[in-house]
């Protein structure tokens, strides 16, 4: 019985997902453990899929306290960070491994 | 180098103050240091595995392979963790009233001292990945003054664990009988707060619905990036923006934990009915030798 019970919490976690994504994919580049651009536009109001790549030869994290994102870009890598809707604002991120340059703001139109 | 130090400190602080409480809620188990070692081992060197694979695993399942394996981590611990509390709510009047009348650690519950060993093990290698990475990324860029950068990483990692330690110490002055409540307590919300994240995890892939990508905003009480909010977020789960499935996760488990403890309890006091016949003991309770 308890461990049914165990069995069925663990499967909550297991679900679907209405995802509709909006056509456009905004793009960013760690380069020099700077993201470029460093300001940059994204849709306001839908779920949308940001690219981070990373050209440098070490890992970053590309992590956002407004955002709630935290997500390792492994060198030379593309991944994905999905987001939204978001409301019309400025949201700012930046890279966890080297805060000191890697910052940015997307800006939600 | 504070750059390194603040880093390391605060992801091995989310850690450490997990393991702290582990140790708090294990207190009086004969063996339970080993174990706790064993579940810090395994999880470095899962932390150094994940690191290696960094690539690899970022790569699979079309990109949100990082959120998948965390949640699937994070999922683990959180039923190690409700066994551990079931297990608590059958033994740990039992196991209080031995640890008083003995004075010493008694020998009970090897499964649940594995359950917590794997908890310790999941938290190691979730935050310590992260360390490994940032570590390994200061160590080939050799031009930033990596022994400087590795110092600072060595000193936070030495204060989180003093903090760590401290916060363990604390507990252990709370007195015998109402320190299993205590860690109770802190291992459902240690739980329901994995489970948020976990499900805030498998919503940022895409793989469930949000339900509001963020409720409210209360990081102008208390925000996530400070030392309290990062202290927060290990232990309680808090997040200054949580979504709307990371709230419901975090009730849902929090709501099963409690019902599943009652349950336990309720099964102990049966059982405790039934084994009315062993009085050979100084002890005051019936002793079950296994954790079975």
Redesign the interface.
């Known amino acids: 019985m308890r461990n049914l019970m165990l069995a069925a919490a663990c499967l909550l976690l297991a679900g679907p997902a209405g995802p509709v994504l909006a056509e456009d994919q905004p793009h960013l580049t760690i380069k020099n453990h700077r993201f470029q651009p460093e300001r940059l536009e994204v849709p306001a109001g839908v779920k949308f899929k940001l690219m981070v790549k990373n050209e440098d030869d070490t890992a970053e994290e590309f992590e956002s306290f407004e955002l709630n994102r935290e997500k390792i870009v492994p060198p030379g890598q593309e991944i994905p960070v999905f987001l939204g809707p978001l409301d019309k604002g400025e949201y700012k991120f930046f890279g966890d491994f080297h805060q000191d340059t890697a910052q940015g703001v997307l800006i939600a139109k | 180098m504070l ?1 390194s130090l603040l ?1 390391v400190f605060r992801e091995v602080l989310e850690a450490g103050l997990i393991v702290g409480i582990v140790l708090a809620a294990s207190a009086g188990v004969r063996g339970r240091g080993t174990w706790v070692a064993g579940g810090i081992a395994v999880g470095v060197l899962g932390a150094a595995l994940v690191a290696a694979f ?2 690899a695993l ?2 699979a399942l ?3 392979g ?2 998948v394996f965390t ?1 699937a981590i994070l ?1 683990l611990a ?2 190690m963790l ?2 551990h509390n ?1 297990w608590m709510a059958k033994h740990g009047r039992e196991l209080a009233a031995k640890m008083s009348a003995v004075g010493e650690a008694v020998k009970l519950g090897q499964k649940s001292l594995l359950a917590l060993a794997v908890v310790v093990a999941v938290a190691v290698l979730r935050e310590g990945s ?1 360390v490994v ?2 570590l ?2 200061i160590a ?2 050799a031009k930033d003054g990596p022994l400087q950068l590795l110092a600072g990483g060595v000193i936070g990692l030495a204060l989180a664990a003093l903090v760590s330690y401290l916060l363990y110490r604390g507990l252990l002055a709370i007195p015998l009988r109402h320190l299993f409540t205590v860690t109770n307590w802190l291992i459902a919300l240690l739980a329901a707060g994995m ?1 948020g994240q ?3 995890l ?8 949000s339900w509001g ?2 409720l409210w905003d209360s ?1 102008f009480i208390l ?3 400070s030392w309290a909010g990062s202290a927060m977020h290990a232990l309680v789960g808090y ?5 709307g499935v990371q709230l419901a ?1 975090y009730g ?2 929090l709501l ?1 934990l409690t ?2 403890t009652r ?2 309890a309720r099964g102990r006091s049966a059982a405790r009915g039934r084994s009315a016949e062993r009085p050979a003991s100084a002890v005051p309770v019936p002793s079950v030798p296994d954790g079975s």
């Open positions: 750059a880093i960094a690539g970022a790569g079309e990109g949100v990082q959120e949640a999922s959180v039923c409700a066994w079931g992260e990475l940032f390994y990324g080939v860029a489970a976990a499900a805030a498998l919503a940022s892939a895409d793989i469930l619905p990508p963020h990081s925000r996530d990036e997040s200054a923006r949580p979504s996760a849902a488990t099963g019902a599943l349950l336990a």
